[in-house]
T-cell receptor, first 117, second 114 residues
Framework: DGGITQSPKYLFRKEGQNVTLSCEQN?????MYWYRQDPGQGLRLIYY???????QKGDIAEGYSVSREKKESFPLTVTSAQKNPTAFYLC????????????????FGPGTRLTVL | GENVEQHPSTLSVQEGDSAVIKCTYS??????FPWYKQELGKRPQLIID?????GEKKDQRIAVTLNKTAKHFSLHITETQPEDSAVYFC?????????????FGKGTKLTVNP
């Protein structure tokens, strides 16, 4: 998991602004994921991507957007349409397949704490 | 869709005692069940996982059991230590359309009292 980085660690945003959270991995993992964590809510899936130039909505995609132009990068944009964006955002990655064997293990980045002022 | 229920939400034990956290899932097609430990302000760390073709897996003081028929799995920590204090999350896999994702329980805050 040391090969997954997120930046910035803390982010402050004014209402009505879009912000982009960075997630980079050098593990050569195929799949990448974005989760939102709120107290008492566990981890909820926002978006995920299994391959470059393709991604799927998770359970709480409204107000968020992503891109997957490179295998190593999966940035998340929190738009002004997201009504309650203050949360801890976690990025994860997994290999998916290696030598014909499925690898489900997801490894997490250190997270970005977003606060809306 | 898949739903994962986790109990209890909080658990307090004395050092040296055992701790058990239980999860149930709804999708019988789920075949991968990881457990994560998250310390305050840190990232979740994978501590153990089990696949549907195995009923039990053990790693030192940590073990996980899986009952596919009943669709529940449990985390067992023996000889607990203060450093085991953290929030623990279970998860179950969902596969569909060539992609796979995890659905997480809401977490159990474990406190080990010295």
């Amino acid at each position: 998991d040391g090969g997954i980085t997120q930046s910035p660690k803390y982010l402050f945003r004014k209402e009505g602004q879009n912000v982009t959270l960075s997630c980079e991995q050098n593990l050569n993992h195929d799949a990448m994921y974005w989760y939102r964590q709120d107290p008492g809510q566990g981890l909820r899936l926002i978006y995920y991507s299994q391959i470059v130039n393709d991604f799927q909505k998770g359970d709480i995609a409204e107000g968020y957007s992503v891109s997957r132009e490179k295998k190593e990068s999966f940035p998340l944009t929190v738009t002004s349409a997201q009504k309650n964006p203050t949360a801890f955002y976690l990025c994860a990655s997994s290999r998916v397949m290696l030598a014909g064997v499925r690898h489900n293990e997801q490894f997490f980045g250190p997270g970005t704490r977003l606060t809306v002022l | 869709g898949e739903n994962v229920e986790q109990h209890p939400s909080t658990l307090s034990v004395q050092e040296g005692d055992s701790a058990v956290i239980k999860c149930t899932y709804s999708d019988s097609a789920s075949n991968y069940f990881p457990w994560y430990k998250q310390e305050l302000g840190k990232r979740p760390q994978l501590i153990i996982d089990i696949r549907s073709n195995v009923g039990e897996k053990k790693d030192q003081r940590i073990a996980v059991t899986l009952n596919k028929t009943a669709k529940h799995f449990s985390l067992h920590i023996t000889e607990t230590q203060p450093e085991d204090s953290a929030v623990y999350f279970c998860a179950a896999s969902i596969t569909g359309g060539g992609s796979e994702k995890l659905v997480f329980g809401k977490g159990t805050k474990l406190t080990v009292n010295p």
